[in-house]
């Protein structure tokens, strides 16, 4: 079975000042690894993903993450925090048959100025 | 190029009546996703259809749910004598069948059931 853990709930952070989630997983099988956003009564859309090769990816926004298998992570970061990032975070986990994507409870980020 | 659509973007319904949401993937995206996600929690995973073939159901799909794809075009997601508990946001989303694993969702429709 594949699980997917989103320690923080909720994070607030200054604007300008960095960011870090931090997603953690489980699977048994081949391993997919996904971070969306979600603006308020929106859908998804996809800020970066990691398939194989490089272990550090930089997705759209200036966001980043490390795929860790040791630690069974994939956290995301990004050095420089704006108001407009303010949303919800979900880490996704992929890899079963068919690639339907387990996700995280979700992260809400609010940037204050 | 036009992303995933969901119709309507939100739905008000009394219990126990019948709903019907429809998604329209990304053209040429051979496998399209619903998932469910209530208020604070991540998506759930519902089903999913490669071209017109429904491949994999969750146990969440009841009896009362269900999901098709004519043609392997659109899809429709019908509940059944609507439930409190059914109220959510509900997602699509599709994928292209080769070389890619990410998933494209549309900006999906909430279901408030009174």
């Known amino acids: 079975a594949q699980s997917v853990t989103q320690l923080d709930s909720q994070v607030p952070v200054f604007e300008e000042a960095p960011v870090e989630l931090r997603c953690n997983y489980s699977?048994?099988?081949?391993?997919?690894l996904f971070w969306y956003v979600q603006y308020p009564n929106q859908g998804l859309q996809l800020l970066l993903k990691?398939?194989?090769?490089?272990?550090l990816v930089k997705g759209i926004n200036g966001f980043e993450a490390e795929f860790n298998k040791s630690q069974t992570s994939f956290h995301l970061r990004k050095p420089s925090v704006h108001i407009s990032d303010t949303a919800e975070y979900f880490c996704?986990?992929?890899?079963?048959?068919?690639?339907?994507?387990?996700f995280g409870g979700g992260t809400r980020v609010l940037v204050k100025p | 190029d036009t992303g995933v659509s969901q119709d309507p973007r939100h739905k008000i319904t009394k219990r126990g009546q019948n709903v019907t949401f429809r998604c329209d993937p990304i053209?040429?995206?051979?496998?399209l996703y619903w998932y469910r996600q209530t208020l604070g929690q991540g998506p759930e995973f519902l089903t999913y259809?490669?071209?017109?073939?429904?491949?994999?159901k969750s146990r969440l799909l009841s009896d009362r749910f269900s999901a098709e794809r004519p043609k392997g075009s659109f899809s429709t997601l019908e509940i059944q004598r609507t439930e409190q508990g059914d109220s959510a946001m509900y997602l699509c989303?599709?994928?292209?069948?080769?070389?890619?694993?990410?998933?494209?969702f549309g900006p999906g429709t909430r279901l408030t059931v009174t």
């Open positions: 989303a599709s994928s292209p069948r080769q070389g890619a694993y990410e998933q494209y």
């Open positions: 699977s048994s099988v081949s391993v997919y």
């Open positions: 990691y398939l194989s090769g490089s272990t």
């Open positions: 996704a986990l992929g890899g079963t048959a068919g690639n339907k994507l387990t």
């Open positions: 053209s040429e995206h051979n496998r």
């Open positions: 259809f490669q071209n017109e073939a429904q491949l994999e």
